[in-house]
């Protein structure tokens, strides 16, 4: 089997060298920073997810650490009116073969790790930023930044929206700044008064604004994040936020609603970005996977759960002659770019279209939301909360 580098121990990164070794691939993963740890507070998961994580044999631990929430629930944000919500039932569950549960993301990088850890044909190494790569006959050498390089047969670039390998293989620039400001808090849920402790993702949706909220950790915790379109145009990631400062930035949120956001503390800010779908992410004996590939919003509470997607089908592809590698990362491109990029383009008008409107679009929309079925908002989510990612494409055509 082959000698498969990765650029990045994110969550993809770890996610993919698993699907890979499970086929017998040595795999070897590079990542910049000294030690493998994932950053960042709450995630959702959907069934998708879960039946990517049953593929790498982590789902049972995942599940182990989720809160199964009961709902999703969308509010007006400004009179507090609940508009609409997907029950995530037993007969949600029996439709989609899984649960929908919120993690914290450690708890969900801790199994991958572990996973990784345990497979003799992983190598993990920390302190490894990656500067570029070429390709020959034999093989891709991957250049780090001290000036050493690595040999391989493949190369899976995982590294984040700003991945150094996408610069080099499709040479787009600086991702997308989105205009959209978040900023995030997680506060132990004892703080949280008992009228306060739902057992659902609560969105409330405002004129340019909109506000989530969910337990993380077993439920020991409450994840806060609370978004403006404030028309930001330069990418901010992680710096702190004053408390005064961010609940200034929401003054026509409902009385619940702040009740919740005022019990945020240690606030911190982000701009979001992402970038446009491309139909190509492929080059040799090079491929990109993930953020790296296809960043998205997190509207659609799917950047994960694409991620492991990814991780999945390449394993699947690759369980092959080392000879029809190149043609499989091919295949893979092709076989995921249709849902990345709907995916992306979907997460994009949910910021828009759903969550921030005002005035009469405002009224129309939760007019919209009110009047859908049980059974019609099952049907809207199935092509993203019903995919296996494990469907092999023909590879004939």
């Avoid at 978004?227 to 990418?235: E, N, P, W």
């Amino acid at each position: 089997m082959s000698t498969i580098l990765i650029a990045g121990g994110g969550i993809g990164g770890l996610a993919t060298a698993v699907s890979l070794a499970e086929r017998g691939h040595r795999i070897v993963v590079l990542e910049r920073q000294a030690a493998f740890a994932e950053l960042g507070a709450g995630i959702q998961i959907g069934p998708n997810g879960f039946r990517a994580m049953d593929r790498l044999g982590i789902g049972d631990e995942v599940r182990e650490r989720a809160v199964y929430i009961d709902e999703l629930r969308f509010m007006d944000g400004t009179t507090g009116q609940r508009v609409q919500s997907l029950r995530l039932d037993e007969d949600y569950r029996a439709r989609f073969a899984n649960p929908y549960a919120v993690v914290a993301r450690a708890d969900l990088y801790a199994p991958l790790l572990a996973a990784a850890q345990r497979s003799p044909l992983i190598d993990l190494r920390s302190k490894s930023a990656v500067s570029g790569y070429q390709q020959d006959a034999d093989g891709v050498i991957l250049l780090l930044a001290d000036g050493t390089s690595i040999r391989g047969d493949l190369l899976v670039g995982a590294d984040g929206i700003r991945s150094t390998i996408r610069r080099q293989l499709v040479g787009d620039g600086e991702p997308r700044v989105s205009g959209h400001t978040i900023y995030r808090s997680v506060i132990p849920m004892e703080l949280v008064p008992d009228d306060l402790r739902w057992h659902a993702v609560t969105l409330w949706a405002g004129p340019k604004w909109h506000f989530v909220h969910y337990p993380i950790a077993g439920g020991t915790l409450l994840n806060l994040a609370a978004t403006r379109d404030d028309g930001a145009s330069v990418a901010v990631a992680g710096q702190p936020a004053e408390r005064g400062h961010v609940l200034g930035q929401f003054p026509d949120l409902g009385e619940t609603a702040r009740r919740l956001l005022e019990l945020g503390a240690d606030w911190r800010v982000w701009v979001l970005c992402d970038r446009d779908p491309i139909s190509q992410w492929s080059d040799g004996r090079v491929v990109l996977l993930g953020d790296a590939a296809h960043p998205m919003l997190q509207y659609a509470a799917q950047g994960a759960c694409m991620a492991l997607e990814d991780a999945v089908l390449l394993g699947e592809l690759l369980d092959c002659p080392a000879g029809e590698a190149q043609y499989r990362l091919e295949r893979f491109v092709e076989a995921r770019r249709d849902r990345t990029g709907r995916t992306t383009l979907v997460a994009r008008e949910l910021g828009t279209q759903l969550y921030h409107p005002a005035g009469a679009a405002r009224v129309a929309r939760n007019e919209m939301l009110s009047g859908l079925s049980v059974g019609e908002l099952q049907d809207k989510v199935a092509w993203l909360h019903g995919f296996d990612a494990a469907r092999v494409p023909d590879l004939t055509k």
